[in-house]
C-alpha cells in the first residue's frame, strides 16, 4: 500500500486546514488509519484514528474537540480536518495504515506510512 499525505501548508493560529492521505495499491477499507505528527526534537505522537467503515475514531487529548478524522473507502482516502490550529500543533503529519483492527496502536504497529506533510502554524 502506498500513501501519499497533502494539505499541509502555513496558516495563523486559530485557522484550520484540512489534510488528505490517498492510498493506493491495496484494499483500503481493510486497513485501520492513523494520522501522527512529530515535531523537532519531539517523539512521533498519534494524533486521530479511525476503524475500517468510519464509525469509530479515537483523538489524542491535545487535539479532541479541534481536529476530525474521517475517511471515504470509495476514494481510498482519508482526512484529518483541523481547527483552530495552536502554535503547537506545528509538526509533520504522517498518515499510516494499519492491518491490526484496533484504534489503540502504537507507531510501531502500523504497517504502511505516507511521506509527510508539513504543517506551521504561526502566532
Known amino acids: 500500500v502506498q500513501l501519499q499525505a497533502s494539505g499541509g501548508g502555513l496558516v495563523q493560529a486559530g485557522g484550520s486546514l484540512r489534510l488528505s492521505c490517498a492510498a493506493s495499491?491495496?484494499?483500503?477499507?481493510?486497513?485501520?488509519m492513523g494520522w501522527f505528527r512529530q515535531a523537532p526534537g519531539n517523539e512521533r505522537e498519534l494524533v486521530a484514528t479511525?476503524?475500517?467503515?468510519?464509525?469509530?475514531?479515537s483523538y489524542a487529548d491535545s487535539v479532541k474537540g479541534r481536529f476530525t478524522i474521517s475517511r471515504d473507502n470509495a476514494k481510498s482516502t482519508v482526512y484529518l480536518q483541523m481547527n483552530s490550529l495552536k502554535p503547537e500543533d506545528t509538526a509533520v503529519y504522517y498518515c499510516?495504515?494499519?492491518?491490526?483492527?484496533?484504534?489503540?496502536?502504537?507507531?510501531?504497529?502500523?504497517?504502511?506510512w505516507g511521506q509527510g506533510t508539513q504543517v506551521t502554524v504561526s502566532s
Open positions: 495499491g491495496g484494499t483500503f477499507s481493510r486497513y485501520v
Open positions: 479511525i476503524n475500517r467503515s468510519g464509525g469509530d475514531a
Open positions: 499510516a495504515a494499519a492491518r491490526v483492527y484496533s484504534l489503540y496502536l502504537g507507531a510501531s504497529e502500523y504497517d504502511y
